[in-house]
């Protein structure tokens, strides 16, 4: 089966307060999204990448991508889950993939060994499945800023990326969800607004979508230690 990784790239970052997006902050001499891609090629099993990034983003094109493996770019889309479907769509038009591996640009520290636990679970589904921690803290419901319930924290995890499906399916998934005006903040949430139920894969709390300033000091410290 062909494994092409999607990753969004197109957004403006608004709440790391930096010059430019968060997924072209630079790590170890390299950008954020460098990291985040090499880590997906470096799996034996995906095949390429597609990038996708926001109309004129004038840093894309200066990365030296890892050379073994193609790595495309195209134009992503106002929210998160139009630049994915429009990754999705050149993944299946023009790299012919089977399934799509869905990961945030602004996740640089996944662990190989997590990312081979995700795929070797999707692929043994037809249904695919997401990178996932449990809470740790206690949860509370707010009401206007006092609390109104504690949350039952058992049934309840982080979800991350990478996130991974059948191309065709989430594809449609997405497609349908969007024109309905459903809220998609990731993919799993496209399948299960199609009646599906993603498998949850246990990674690590380290791998974290740098967002605010603080997180890009926290991403570095974990590329370092070669924890991840
Ligand atoms: O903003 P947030 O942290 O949720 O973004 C998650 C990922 O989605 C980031 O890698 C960001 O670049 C990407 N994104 C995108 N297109 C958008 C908005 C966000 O590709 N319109």
Redesign the pocket.
Known sequence: ANLVAV?????????MQADC???YLSIEGQPV?WH?VSRLLAHPRVSQAVV???ANDPYVGDIQWPVDKPVHVVT?????????LA?IRYAISVCRADWVLV?????PCLRAADLEQLIATSMSTNIGGILAVPVRDTMKRSDNGAISATVDRTALWHAQ?PQMFPAAELESALASALTAGATI?DEASALEWAGKQPLLVEGHADNI???HPEDLALARFYLQQELV
């Not at 992503?76 to 994915?84: L, N, Y």
């Not at 990961?103 to 996740?107: F, I, L, N, Q, V």
Request: glycine letters at 14%; a positive charge.
């Open positions: 990753i969004p790239a197109a957004g403006v970052g608004s709440r997006p968060k997924q999204l985040s996708a990034v926001s992503g889309g106002k929210e998160r889950a139009d630049s994915v990754g990961h945030d640009a602004a996740r990326t903040t979508k740098i967002t």
